[in-house]
């Protein structure tokens, strides 16, 4: 599996400030994902990093509140903007088609966010 | 679009004892379910997975089942032990489609 990395690992932030979280994966691969995990909560899909265009959202997620960008096949970066408490969460990067197996999905560490 | 439902939410088991978790989805598209396991501060971890061509899959101390009638699925994980104490979550897709919809997790305590 690929190796993937994320950067920073936590923050906090204050209020109406904006965050760029990056991810970098040791390999190329098809598909970047952005999640996002509410404290205690399951995952929720944000968007698919699309490779030189631009990404795919989820309902309930909007490109003016989570830019993403993907410039190649080995790293992405999520910005929150604007932020407010309610966007405190983990943010977690996957990727998948790093193999045979293409529809295999793994995550990196995550991004802890705590807003103020 | 796919709705994942996962059950129980939280589980106790005696070091050694079995545990399982079930999960049901509502799309009958989705061919591809894969478990995490999630330890505290760390991201998901992708243990074992099936897709919809076969009915069980083994790796060790954890299987996993599918019954594509009824659309549900199983995590079992035999001869526990303290490391398995985590949360787990269960996920669906489609082939091809790759965005995964994640029940609402597991958290599994194993007493030593």
């Known amino acids: 599996s690929a190796v993937i990395s994320q950067k920073p690992s936590r923050d906090i932030c204050q209020r109406g400030t904006s965050l760029t979280i990056q991810c970098q994966v040791d390999s190329q691969v098809t598909m970047m994902f952005w999640y996002r995990q509410q404290p205690g909560q399951s995952l929720t899909l944000i968007a698919t990093?699309?490779?030189?265009?631009?990404?795919?959202?989820e309902s309930g997620f909007v490109i003016d509140k989570f830019p993403i960008s993907r410039p190649n096949l080995t790293f992405s970066t999520l910005t929150v903007s604007n932020m407010s408490p309610e966007d405190s969460s983990i943010y977690l990067c996957?990727?998948?088609?790093?193999?045979?197996?293409?529809?295999?999905?793994?995550f990196g560490p995550g991004t802890r966010l705590t807003v103020l | 679009g796919e709705n994942v439902e996962q059950h129980p939410s939280t589980l106790s088991v005696q070091e050694g004892d079995s545990a399982v978790i079930k999960c049901t989805y509502s799309d009958s598209a989705s061919n591809y379910f894969p478990w995490y396991k999630q330890e505290l501060g760390k991201g998901p971890q992708l243990i074992i997975d099936i897709r919809s061509n076969v009915g069980e899959k083994k790796d060790q101390r954890i299987a996993v089942t599918l019954n594509k009638t009824a659309k549900h699925f199983s995590l079992h994980i035999t001869e526990t032990q303290p490391e398995d104490s985590a949360v787990y979550f269960c996920?669906?897709?489609?082939?091809?489609?790759?965005?995964?919809?994640f029940g609402k997790g597991n958290q599994v305590v194993v007493i030593p």
């Open positions: 996957s990727v998948s088609g790093t193999g045979v197996r293409v529809d295999e999905q793994f």
């Open positions: 990093a699309n490779q030189g265009s631009e990404a795919t959202y």
């Open positions: 996920a669906a897709s489609s082939y091809g489609n790759n965005r995964l919809a």
